[in-house]
Structure formats: structure tokens, C-alpha cells
């Protein structure tokens, strides 16, 4: 770690100039680069999440668990060649999720609490893409590569993609646990209080998907009410917000193991205290 | 003893498993000639009744299904070393435990599809025809945390910003090409012909030399870059 602490003791002038610039600079001198280029894979991941899955391969908002055989293999045939780029796309960026995870275990590691709580988070959610999202990204390619499977078994991998979709829960609903409880108990400020009951917020949307796992129709099946819009509009407000709050620690972050200070209203963060925080 | 030297027994599973995995992978019988995706369901039902063919198929994916996250332990070395680089935060050590499991864990659910169509072979053609698919598609596909792996190694050498640092440069850049020799195949889904189809070109043979190539590669610069902490430790001890 030496060479890190000594070279940051440059003096560190603002970056101007071209957005190619700017991040030329920060590459070369900015003590937080690690931390930005996790925070930034981040929103990316979630953008091209976003698009993948509502736009290109229409699986969200999902189609529906109640359609008879010939509607889903329609489905498929009308998807066809956003599902195959799209999840393509995903296969390509999952691995973004690693530096997600590695931020938010991180932000367990800032606070005063045990490290058991970030590496528990991070094995639970590294283990997680792949019930929680893999799987039916590998059964959607497998039911659009063929349309002249057998109809039931192109209704099978539906059901199978969806299923383990939504109906994967357990992961996230004690990953988001452990992370409200290191919030509760944290002495260092890392986050504010409000956001532990967000986590547990985000936890009780996993316990309301359960149910389906036996309804086809009503507001408990995988399309419905509760078991998709409520849990849909909760992980996207948390996800917004817990992103918004880890840029907040990142500007924050003085690389100590005490309280994270507060930054200064409407500063951002000031050089020469970043040196100082370098030394 | 020194830390190091337990590093070295590590490594040195490495070989053995490298044995393994070339009998594996040369045992079963449909990887020395892809099998191709334009196949109908009859011809791969008689494919996996094939007598000469049944057998080799269960032993080469019992050996791989025990010995497919051996290495695991090889991915925690390249973990150590990250942990030994001149970065700021463990995040970097962090993304890489993350992407350890996720490359064994997605071949070893490709391996149960190819168990599962191999263990009643006189099923329905459709249904053994569509557990090879779910396979291919896994093994093929899955290359998400490979990516991420070579992708986040390169930036952490690239960060390692010492007077001698852990990894030269290469390896670095080495990576990075690796990365960008996996990524066509997350496309096969688009292709059941041609170079970019599960038994094509890129999918299948850019893809396996690449990885079959880091895990070369890797475990020279491990190698050394052990030795190099031994000495290290030897002197400070």
C-alpha cells in the first residue's frame, strides 16, 4: 500500500478539460479510483439491466403465467431475436455485479461492525445472479434458439425462466437483512438509519413473491400486483437509492476507520483535504 | 513453514488438474468434434444410446462434475496476490472473490444437463434433445464471470502502481485479450451454423483455447509471483 499513499501526496489539481481528460486524471491520481470504478460499473450494470430486460427481450413487465401453450410459444416467436441479443448482452455484463457486491461489502467493512457482515453479503449476493437471474436468461435462449420444439417443452422453459426468476428469494432476502442489521449497529455514520428499514423494505418484497409459486392469475401470480409491480417499485426505489447513498460514501470516504465525516453543504469533495486524507 | 509454501501446495494441484480436465474434455465424445446444434432430436437421442458413446459420456461428466471447481483454490491464489498489490481499498480482492464461484458453479449445472440427457437416454428425443441444448447453451454461454475475472485482474495490475508490482504488464494486457476472445460466445443463441453456432469457431474453439491458455498462463506468473513472496518472506524472517 505504500506506493498508493506516497503518490497521492501530489498536489491535486481540479480536472478541466474533455471528458477523456478528466478521466485520464482521475485514473492517474485520484485516491478513490477503485471505489468510482465500482460505483460507476454499477450504474452502468443497471442501466444495460434495465434495458436488456424491459426493452430488448420484453420480460419485464413479464408476460403471463396463465397463457395456454400456443400464446407462449407466440411469445417466443415474437421475441425471438430480442431475447437471443439480449440476454447475449447479459451474459456479456453479469460479471459487473461482482464490483456492485464488492462496493456494498465494502460499505459493511467502513463501519464498526464485524467483517462478517460484508463477507456474508458478498457471498450471498455473488451466489445470487445465478438463481436469480442467470438461469432464466439460459432457459429463454434455450426455448427462442428452436421454435419448432415441442410446444410443452418451450412451455416448460418458460415456466422454468420465470419461476426461477421471480421465485428466487432466499439470497436476497437474507443478503438484505444482514445489510440492514450492519446498518443498525454501525457507529461510523456510513449510512443513515432510514436506510436499514429500506433493506427490510426490500426483504418483505422477497417474502411476498413467494405465493408464486402456486397461483397462475390473480395478484399473487408471478405478473401480478403484489407478487411484481409492488416488488418491482420497491428494488427500483432501493436500488436508486442505495446507489445514490454509496456516491455519498465514496465523497465522503477519508480512508480512516472512525466516523465518516460529513462533507461540507453543496461541496464537493475539496482537494487539498483529499491529500490531506491521502497522507 | 511459510505462508508461501502453502500457496505453492496450492498451485501445485494445478498440473494434476490440468490432467484431468484434458481426459475429461477428450473422453467425452462430443467435444473432439462439437457436437452441432443442427442436429435433430433423433440424431442426438441416438447419439446419447450410442453404447460406444453412453459410457464415455457419464465418466468423462463424473469427472468433471468432481473436479470442475478445482480451481477454485487456483482463482483464491490470484486473489492473494491482488491482496499483495499497491491498491487503496480491498475492492478489487473483493470483485475477484465474487467471480470465483460463478465460472465452476455454471459449468457444473451444464454438467448436470449433460448427466441428467445421459441417464435415461431411451426418453422421449425431444426431451433428450432439449437437456443438450440446456448444456451447450450453459457451458457455451456462461462466460459472464470469466469476462469479469480477466477484466478485473487487468485493472488491478494496471492500479498495482509500485516499483516492482505483483504482475507485469502483460499479464495485464494478456487479459484483456482473453476477455475479448470469450465474448462472442455469449451470442450463440443467434446462430445454430456457422462460426458463431455452439460448435463454430469462435463459441468453441477461440473460446476454449482462451481459457485453456489463461489457465497456462496464470499459473506461470502465479508461480513465480509466489516464489518471488517466498524469498521475500525468507529475507524478512
Known sequence: MSAAATETVTPLEPPSGSLLHRVAWHWRHNPKRELWFAWWSMVVFYQVFGLVFFVLTRTQPPPKPWWEVPRVVQWFNDNHHGLLIGFGIMFLVTGMTAPCNALIAYSMRRMSVSRSFAYSYLLLYSL??????????????????????????????????????????????????????????????????????????????????????????????????????INMVVFVVYTGVFIYLLRGMILREDFGSGPLPDLAPNEEPDPSGLARAAQ | ????????????????????????????????????????????????RDPANLSRI?????????????????LTLIVMQIRRMAHRTPILSYCMLGCATGGPTLFLIANLFWLLAAFRPERDPELIQMFNDLAWVTFTSQVPYLIAQSVILALAIYLDRQSRPVFKPWVAHFNLLVAAALAPAAFIGLALGGPMAWDGLFPFWVKNIAIALWIIVMGIVLGQAIQRQRVEEGVAA
Open chain 1, 128 to 229: 445470487s445472479a445465478i438463481p436469480g437471474m442467470l438461469l432464466m436468461c439460459i432457459a429463454l435462449t434455450v426455448g427462442a434458439m428452436r421454435p419448432d420444439r415441442d410446444p410443452e417443452l418451450i412451455s416448460w422453459l418458460y415456466d422454468f425462466a420465470f419461476l426461477s426468476f421471480v421465485g428466487t428469494m432466499g439470497v436476497f432476502l437474507i443478503g438484505s437483512l444482514v445489510w440492514m442489521v450492519a446498518i443498525l449497529i454501525d457507529k461510523n455514520r456510513v449510512f443513515p438509519k432510514w436506510f436499514a428499514y429500506l433493506n427490510l423494505c426490500n426483504a418483505l418484497t422477497e417474502v411476498v413473491v413467494s405465493p408464486a409459486w402456486i397461483f397462475k392469475s390473480g395478484v399473487f401470480a408471478w405478473d401480478g400486483v403484489i407478487a411484481w409491480w
Open chain 2, 58 to 74: 457419464r465418466y468423462s461428466m463424473i469427472l468433471f462434475n468432481w473436479f470442475c471447481v478445482g480451481l477454485v483454490p487456483i
Open chain 2, 1 to 48: 513453514m511459510r505462508r508461501a509454501d502453502g500457496e505453492l501446495i496450492l498451485l501445485w494441484t494445478l498440473p494434476a488438474l490440468g490432467i484431468i480436465w484434458i481426459s475429461a474434455f477428450f473422453l467425452f465424445p462430443g467435444f473432439i468434434q462439437p457436437m452441432s446444434p443442427t442436429m435433430s432430436a433423433e440424431e442426438v437421442a441416438a447419439f446419447y
